[in-house]
């Protein structure tokens, strides 16, 4: 539970973080796609129920926060999830060798999927594809992959032991004086 309440507060950072402070208006071809890469981690390091869990509030936040026609942040985030999570299962390969090229792939299978849907649904909502303005946003995508793996991974560690490390719990026994003088 700590977990998952963990990862929801860290991807609703992200949220913010992103729609905020990275996105200088929504058509801004540099913005990175935070929520992304938690949504890629999630599939990768999660069970289904607890990543639907934390996927719920964070997608329904980019909705609410930078959605042009409601539900497009959800079905990105659950169709990405399915997409990486049962692509995945049984791969010979070693996963530091494909998870973050597959972000980059399924990045772009998701993104074109859901824009041919809404260009269907909402004609004339969607702004013109690009594909260098796709390119360069997986291309970012990849780039902070890497160091929100290794932040999500410390964040995973830190969850997977105690919250307070044993040593500062332990009371120290013996004579310190002696120790002192073994350590010298």
Partial sequence: MVTVAAYTLLGLF???????????????IGAPDL????VAYLAYRMDILRGLIILFPVSWTMDVLSGVVLGT???????????????TVKMPVRESLYQVPF???????????????????????????SWPAVLLRVFLLVVLAFPLFRLFE?????????????????????????QEMEKK
């Fill in 73 to 87: 942040y959800p079905a990105i985030c659950f169709i990405a999830f399915v997409l990486l999570k049962f692509t």
């Fill in 35 to 38: 929520y992304y890469v938690l």
């Fill in 154 to 178: 410390m964040v995973n560690r830190r969850l997977q032991g105690s919250l307070i490390p044993f040593k500062m719990l332990r009371v120290q026994g013996g004579n310190r004086y002696r």
């Fill in 14 to 28: 992200l949220a913010v973080l992103q729609t905020t402070v990275l996105m200088i208006n929504p058509m801004w």
């Fill in 103 to 129: 972000i980059g792939v399924s990045y772009l299978v998701v993104s074109k999927f859901v824009y041919l849907i809404l260009s269907f649904l909402e004609p004339g909502v969607l702004a013109p594809w």
